[in-house]
């Protein structure tokens, strides 16, 4: 394989791997979503204006020969707070994490944004107004999180709307620990005969300082005969996106194997948007046990785990989950999508009331808050969930087995350096220089490589012709050739070899910690790592064909793109570049359009992402001129006669001992 076909090869890698960035980043989305929305339960809407009175079953649903007319009364219309007070003023090192806005329509949950006092809690990154931050939000104002969906009565062919119905409720009540807690409940009734069947009540509870909600239901069966219920529950949904660019919304299920490791299945918005039958909508892993169901989006996550009876390890009476995917008007990126997950519990009988086997009661904990690396292994109920499995990274060509540990370190590794230098900017520059300092011996011996053999391009186009009707035997020539120079091809190609999965995993780690998220690097520009650098902003601009939006001018990635330049410019000829006009035409185009292409394609990446590349390649341009100089001088201590002391030292350098004119 000759130095071209190496070059153009890593050229096309490198290439791909930002190809895939970009197709990551969304700017090339344009998949047509199914319409309506695709889940386990049907939403409906009541006619705008119409109160609601009552909820019922279905004539058609019955079987007229056994079962009874069951209804239930609508509670009073009512929303009811628990938690932070004001989650403007609410400080959540010292009180609640967030405010839970209850509906009683499915005794759901209508809104959950986090405590923002003093600044220390989670904000939108609107710079001129920042609000403290909404994680769930109903859905087209009918889906709510952890509302109650059908409960079903399988002996009689029937189901009940429960997500319809208004629950009644009391008032909240703070208990002496500190909690506070409401009760939704409703009745289930015969209206044949007007007797109770069923009664429900469903309990949330939040503590200060903590990101979970328990949320308990329980059933209790009022009638002199048994009961066979089953029902659905609507996990969290209506998270938005966080991100200028990408959607990294998705359905996560985590589960647990054999072994006892904690294993996942995940389905984002592109699977969720294609997904024709139920089947494409199930969260599953093989035969391992359901141990929750998340939706999340880049930086945030919201978990509902069902809590196994009897001091279990499982929870048994899951009987399926599955992601949800809801687009009331049926345009894919619209901004009215949301991702969640349901759940379908499994079918259990209630004996006759006073039996002692009459109540039946389930405990759901939600968890609600960041993708945090520390949060989730200090923790050691969240770590013996493996809720670190929310935090995926983009592995590209590179498994998650190599991705994922290098991320993860790098992360770490700026948590630590952030400690004694609490500016992420500064960290990611010195980020940068460590790793060129890790990698500059590969790097040099991959310059000097590359040097000998543009040198020795002349001597390879000779080959060329002298070979050109007997490919192998030039291909065998060409390589003596080198070796006897000691110049190797694969040199040139190593380094890149070695540094793609540093490039994923940096990339992954910076485009995905919650830190960088709102984080500083200068006090008027670059004041949101996570974000476009956004010089100055500007009414947004759509342009043709590609469909990308722009809404401010960038400079970090016109800096980079001056930086690749000046790159490129100091990289050396591909050997026979001299000899080969159609070879010199290609490099010159590439030193054009891979400064271009570059601050194109990563316009709208966030500022931590291009301050990382800017500074490697400026610090390349530095390197280069570096190793550059060490060639020359070099070159030029062989031609007065004088070599290293040593082939690997850049030692001091002596002359060559001329050899005897004749051995005695």
Known sequence: MNLRTLLILSMVLFTGFCGFLVWQCGCFDSTTAVNGCIGLVGTSQLPSGEAPSEVSDSPAELNPNTAPRLGADHGEIKTIVIGAKDPNTENPETGFKFQLRLTSKGAGIDHATFSNGEGKGFATRDPKNPQPLEILSPVNQDVYSMANGKLNFPEYSLALPLDRL???????????????????YTTIKDRGNDEDVLRISKTYTVEPGSYLVDCKIKFENLSLSEQKISFNLNGPVGLDREGVRSDMRKAVGGFKNAEGKITSDRLNVRKLQKAKELKDLRLEKNSDRFLWAASVNKYFAAIVVPVAKDQGEFAKYIENNFATYYDPDGQANSGDEAVGVNLQIARTTLGAARSGKDVEEYDFKLFLGPKEKRLFTDNPYYKE???????????????????NPLA???????????????????????????????????????????SKMTKLGPMAEEIKKKYANNKAEMQKQIMQLYKKQGASPVMGFLPMLIQMPIWIALYSAIY???????????????TDLSAPDALVTFSTITIPMVKWHISSFNLLPILMGVAMYL?????????????NPQMEQQQKMMKIMMPLM??????????????????????????????????????????????????????????KKPKPFYKM
């Open 598 to 655: 570059f601050p194109l394609m990563l316009y709208n990446a966030p500022s931590g992402l291009n301050l990382y590349i800017m500074a490697s390649t400026f610090a390349g341009v530095i390197e280069q001129h570096v190793i550059r100089k060490h060639i020359r001088e070099k070159e030029e201590a062989e031609s007065l006669g004088k070599v290293a002391v040593t082939s690997k030292t850049g030692g001091k350098i002596k002359k």
């Open 166 to 184: 208004h629950w009644s409720c009391g008032d909240a009540q703070r208990n002496p620990d500190g909690s506070e807690q409401v009760t939704f």
């Open 385 to 403: 969930l493996g809720f670190i499995q929310t935090i995926d990274f983009m592995g590209c060509c590179c498994p998650a087995a190599i991705i």
């Open 408 to 450: 993860f370190g790098i992360l770490g590794a700026m948590e630590w350096m952030y400690s004694f230098i609490p500016n992420y900017g500064v960290v990611i520059i010195i980020l940068v220089l460590i790793i060129r300092l890790v990698m500059h011996p590969v790097t040099k011996k991959s310059q000097i490589s590359m």
């Open 567 to 579: 790159q490129q410019k100091m990289m050396p000829s591909q050997a026979g570049a001299s000899t």
């Open 512 to 526: 995905a910690s919650i830190s960088l998220r709102g984080a500083q690097f200068l006090p008027v520009w670059i």
